[in-house]
């Protein structure tokens, strides 16, 4: 067993670096984005704008914000479906500092303080008392947008100084947006901590094999607990981003958001009974649903038609490697 | 059709089914190239090999599971091929699988009758008359428990009745057995050899598979011998001898005889004072010295895993003590545990060994992340160097460090394990079953191997149901019973006999007074 004389040498890797990327799913998203692109510009005169461009960019970069924290909570095999409510309870917190005369510093901090303590509130459901996290996080979607029914009924909380405004109406430098800043770092933020940590290789393990992780000496419910607070984060971010840009707070902010947030993670290759996805793929599944959105916007497509358009996206996107190797295997039978 | 003739194989009686030639490509290795195999009416044929030498691969191809990309496979003479697991049972062909699944939900006749239940003149299942022919099965076998139970109910050596009067309820002429005394007890294996015995005078074809060579020994008519996914030789058990047939095996003579060990045998590293736990175990104390093999032995349910998996840190005890070189440490997790230099080579492989899913290099470095890694960041270059050092020396076969480890052998994935756990450089490696359902070749280079560990310093606590392991390899034996110690052996006092007595909780020595 050990040194033998003909002890085997085991390479390390089979395939070479280009080969895999050539194959990955993240390759297949970027030939749709691209292809969604030339075709946005052959349908819509108006498409190839800078300004329209950067419009374009709101219809995607708060809920990508929360889609890379997602990612990391799908592959670890949980999931948070009261990230939209989480938006509007932390929108609700702002409005009502905002009533008691708090500056701009303040809502910031009391945005991404709410946030926080619901993913801390859902982390201790899942983590602590072992509760499934799909059954827990519908329970806080209905309780956290409750409250802010409760607070605010049909009023709505407007008035938001003009530095608040910045987060949401921004711009950095000619037609790039403070929240296309926001986005690009924490992509990166994520895309490191997933790829390059000790955390992130822990959460695949987790998402892998739960029992194997813990077996292995992982702090399986610390982890978790920590990526449920860094979604609740998120959505707070989210929740400072959306209340800045919309300039007021209505209980129904947000509303159904959480769904496209997942979309936009299933889309990236996240495989959601965990394990696998990466950061790369979440912004590219993030382009994607941008660019269907304003380009079927452009042509004057009705809201719900369109979400009919993202639903036939991600099956279709998802079904189109499974229906690739079914025709592969047949054939060769 | 009787006009074939066969090499090797006396034509005594015409085979239920015969594969031929039969030949199965993965992307990566060759599983079956031309292998034959025979099964006769009213014969029992132990399927022999090593771990990886195409036995699984044959029985899923037999059950339909797999379809063989070339060869033949015959019943009653006649070419048949199978495109689906239906079409393997409707030619009479079941198997009960080394994890076979089952309902937890159901009662024992709905397991058994799941797809295939008598319907009623509406298409409804008959109730009544599944639980009538439910029960004429379990009488047959023997089982002691009513149709009515609820499957979640059961101990495992009644799921595995429930399991057999499952592959019997389809009216099979060929029965596979797939590692079917691997969880029984010793009382449970003596009862599934009267089953067998059973089946053979009901004319069936059984396909025996088993690593355990008194069981083949003592059950088959026949053998047929795979190694690395080649057909080696088949014949009569009459006419082999042990020793020929595991030179057949491993293609080189295994010395059975268990390695020297130098005892160089050091001060204490760990005690355990007063463990408690308010249903598993109870009041475990000892210590562990340095360079030491300990043995746990006991019977199936005695507490010895429960007790291990408290010491990892995976349940906690009520109360009790460790200490690690003299200190006392708290453990309340698995990374404690490996914190302090105490790692868990967990029995069950799949779930809780090994990571699949995640690359052979990353399940080896897991736990050693924070030496591979700085500041909290990966450092690639540095995990291969030390997944490739762990891998050489336990000899890994794979085609690269990057591949998933779930396409690894399950001698190989427990290797990636042990790798895994040496990389910490831990004090104590408690090993559970560590070769169980490994095959003979593996199993001696695992005893050489853990030799070798304590000669370096190591301490071991190695769980293990099979005595010649125990008494071979344990420099001291502790005998659980009933989740407490019960006998604390060494030296002349360590015989198969006295193990046994103390595990079974018999005080005389008088033969045959398990019950």
């Given at each position: 067993m050990i040194n033998t004389a003909q002890t085997r040498h085991v390479p390390d890797r089979l395939n070479s670096r280009a080969a895999r990327l050539f194959k990955s799913w993240e390759a297949l998203l970027l030939a749709v984005a691209i292809a969604i692109f030339v075709i946005n510009s052959f349908a819509s005169p108006y498409f190839l704008s800078a300004w329209n461009l950067s419009d374009a960019t709101f219809n995607f970069t708060e809920k990508a914000m929360i889609a890379f924290a997602m990612a990391l909570l799908i592959i670890s095999g949980e999931i948070d479906l009261s990230v939209a409510s989480i938006i509007a309870l932390s929108s609700t917190a702002i409005g009502l500092a905002l009533q008691f005369g708090a500056g701009t510093p303040e809502l910031v901090i009391i945005g991404l303080t709410v946030g926080l303590l619901c993913g801390a509130f859902n982390g201790f459901f899942v983590t602590v008392l072992g509760l499934p996290s799909i059954v827990v996080t519908i329970g806080t979607m209905s309780l956290f947008r409750g409250i802010s029914f409760i607070i605010l009924g049909d009023d709505a909380f407007r008035g938001y100084p003009p530095s608040f405004s910045w987060f949401g109406q921004g711009y950095i430098y000619w037609v790039f947006t403070v929240e296309m800043l926001l986005f690009v770092i924490i992509a990166v933020i994520y895309g490191v901590l997933l790829h390059k940590t000790n955390f992130g290789r822990a959460v695949y393990a987790i998402g892998n094999n739960p029992t194997g992780a813990l077996f292995s000496g992982i702090r399986v419910a610390r982890v978790k607990f920590v990526l449920f607070l860094l979604t609740g984060l998120m959505s707070g971010v989210a929740a400072i981003c959306l209340t800045s840009r919309l300039g007021s707070t209505r209980p129904s902010i947000a509303t159904g958001m959480e769904l496209e947030v997942v979309t936009m993670v299933v889309l990236g290759g996240v495989n959601i009974l965990g394990g696998s996805g990466t950061i790369p793929g979440v912004v590219i599944a993030a382009f994607v649903m941008g660019l269907v959105t304003f380009g079927l916007g452009l042509l004057n497509v009705p809201g719900i038609v369109m979400s009919i358009f993202i639903g036939l996206l991600l099956i279709g996107v998802i079904a189109l490697p499974r229906l690739w190797a079914m025709a592969a295997t047949r054939r060769k039978a | 059709m009787t006009t074939r003739t066969l090499p090797h194989v006396s034509p005594d009686v015409t085979p239920v089914v015969s594969?031929?030639?039969?030949?199965?490509?993965?992307?990566?290795?060759?599983?079956?190239?031309?292998?034959?195999?025979?099964?006769?009416?009213?014969?029992?044929?132990?399927?022999?090999?090593?771990?990886?030498?195409?036995?699984?691969?044959?029985?899923?191809?037999?059950?339909?599971?797999?379809?063989?990309?070339?060869?033949?496979?015959?019943?009653?003479?006649?070419?048949?091929?199978?495109?689906?697991?239906?079409?393997?049972?409707?030619?009479?062909?079941?198997?009960?699988?080394?994890?076979?699944?089952?309902?937890?939900?159901?009662?024992?006749?709905?397991?058994?009758?799941?797809?295939?239940?008598?319907?009623?003149?509406?298409?409804?299942?008959?109730?009544?008359?599944?639980?009538?022919?439910?029960?004429?099965?379990?009488?047959?076998?023997?089982?002691?428990?009513?149709?009515?139970?609820?499957?979640?109910?059961?101990?495992?050596?009644?799921?595995?009745?429930?399991?057999?009067?499952?592959?019997?309820?389809?009216?099979?002429?060929?029965?596979?057995?797939?590692?079917?005394?691997?969880?029984?007890?010793?009382?449970?294996?003596?009862?599934?050899?009267?089953?067998?015995?059973?089946?053979?005078?009901?004319?069936?074809?059984?396909?025996?598979?088993?690593?355990?060579?008194?069981?083949?020994?003592?059950?088959?008519?026949?053998?047929?011998?795979?190694?690395?996914?080649?057909?080696?030789?088949?014949?009569?058990?009459?006419?082999?001898?042990?020793?020929?047939?595991?030179?057949?095996?491993?293609?080189?003579?295994?010395?059975?005889?268990?390695?020297?060990?130098?005892?160089?045998?050091?001060?204490?590293?760990?005690?355990?004072?007063?463990?408690?736990?308010?249903?598993?175990?109870?009041?475990?104390?000892?210590?562990?010295?340095?360079?030491?093999?300990?043995?746990?032995?006991?019977?199936?349910?005695?507490?010895?895993?429960?007790?291990?998996?408290?010491?990892?840190?995976?349940?906690?005890?009520?109360?009790?003590?460790?200490?690690?070189?003299?200190?006392?440490?708290?453990?309340?997790?698995?990374?404690?545990?490996?914190?302090?230099?105490?790692?868990?080579?967990?029995?069950?492989?799949?779930?809780?060994?090994?990571?699949?899913?995640?690359?052979?290099?990353?399940?080896?470095?897991?736990?050693?992340?924070?030496?591979?890694?700085?500041?909290?960041?990966?450092?690639?270059?540095?995990?291969?160097?030390?997944?490739?050092?762990?891998?050489?020396?336990?000899?890994?076969?794979?085609?690269?460090?990057?591949?998933?480890?779930?396409?690894?052998?399950?001698?190989?994935?427990?290797?990636?394990?042990?790798?895994?756990?040496?990389?910490?450089?831990?004090?104590?490696?408690?090993?559970?079953?560590?070769?169980?359902?490994?095959?003979?070749?593996?199993?001696?280079?695992?005893?050489?191997?853990?030799?070798?560990?304590?000669?370096?310093?190591?301490?071991?606590?190695?769980?293990?149901?099979?005595?010649?392991?125990?008494?071979?390899?344990?420099?001291?034996?502790?005998?659980?019973?009933?989740?407490?110690?019960?006998?604390?052996?060494?030296?002349?006092?360590?015989?198969?006999?006295?193990?046994?007595?103390?595990?079974?909780?018999?005080?005389?020595?008088?033969?045959?007074?398990?019950?």
């Open positions: - | 594969m031929d030639m039969i030949t199965k490509t993965f992307p990566v290795v060759k599983a079956l190239d031309e292998v034959r195999l025979d099964l006769y009416p009213g014969q029992v044929t132990a399927l022999v090999g090593e771990n990886g030498a195409g036995k699984s691969t044959t029985v899923k191809i037999l059950t339909g599971i797999y379809i063989p990309d070339g060869g033949t496979i015959r019943i009653d003479g006649d070419p048949i091929s199978f495109n689906r697991p239906n079409d393997a049972a409707n030619a009479g062909i079941t198997a009960i699988h080394q994890e076979t699944v089952l309902f937890d939900e159901l009662s024992v006749a709905e397991n058994i009758y799941i797809g295939h239940a008598p319907r009623t003149r509406f298409g409804l299942i008959d109730k009544a008359e599944m639980h009538r022919a439910a029960v004429k099965l379990l009488g047959e076998i023997g089982a002691p428990f009513s149709s009515h139970t609820q499957l979640r109910d059961l101990g495992i050596a009644n799921k595995h009745l429930v399991a057999i009067a499952r592959a019997l309820s389809v009216d099979a002429r060929v029965v596979i057995m797939d590692e079917p005394t691997a969880a029984l007890s010793h009382k449970e294996i003596e009862e599934l050899y009267e089953l067998v015995e059973a089946l053979k005078s009901q004319g069936k074809a059984i396909l025996f598979i088993s690593h355990k060579f008194d069981e083949i020994f003592r059950i088959a008519d026949r053998y047929t011998v795979f190694r690395d996914g080649a057909f080696v030789g088949d014949g009569k058990i009459a006419d082999i001898s042990e020793a020929e047939l595991v030179t057949m095996m491993v293609g080189r003579s295994v010395d059975q005889i268990y390695p020297e060990r130098a005892h160089d045998i050091g001060e204490e590293v760990l005690k355990v004072v007063g463990y408690d736990h308010p249903t598993e175990f109870a009041d475990i104390s000892f210590d562990l010295k340095r360079g030491e093999i300990l043995g746990f032995y006991g019977l199936v349910g005695a507490g010895r895993s429960e007790f291990m998996q408290a010491l990892f840190g995976i349940t906690k005890p009520s109360k009790g003590v460790c200490r690690v070189n003299g200190d006392i440490k708290v453990i309340r997790s698995p990374a404690d545990a490996v914190g302090n230099g105490i790692v868990y080579v967990p029995e069950d492989r799949g779930k809780q060994g090994a990571i699949i899913g995640l690359p052979i290099f990353q399940n080896i470095t897991l736990p050693s992340l924070g030496k591979t890694s700085r500041k909290g960041f990966l450092k690639l270059a540095e995990e291969f160097k030390l997944a490739r050092e762990y891998s050489q020396r336990l000899d890994l076969r794979a085609a690269a460090l990057d591949q998933d480890v779930g396409n690894l052998s399950g001698g190989n994935q427990q290797k990636v394990v042990i790798a895994k756990w040496l990389a910490t450089q831990p004090q104590v490696i408690i090993l559970d079953e560590p070769t169980k359902g490994i095959d003979i070749g593996s199993k001696a280079a695992v005893h050489e191997f853990m030799a070798e560990l304590a000669a370096q310093g190591l301490s071991v606590i190695m769980v293990s149901s099979e005595i010649p392991e125990v008494i071979g390899m344990s420099d001291r034996v502790i005998v659980m019973r009933d989740g407490r110690i019960a006998a604390e052996l060494v030296g002349h006092d360590l015989t198969p006999e006295t193990l046994v007595r103390h595990a079974a909780g018999i005080t005389k020595s008088t033969k045959g007074a398990a019950a």
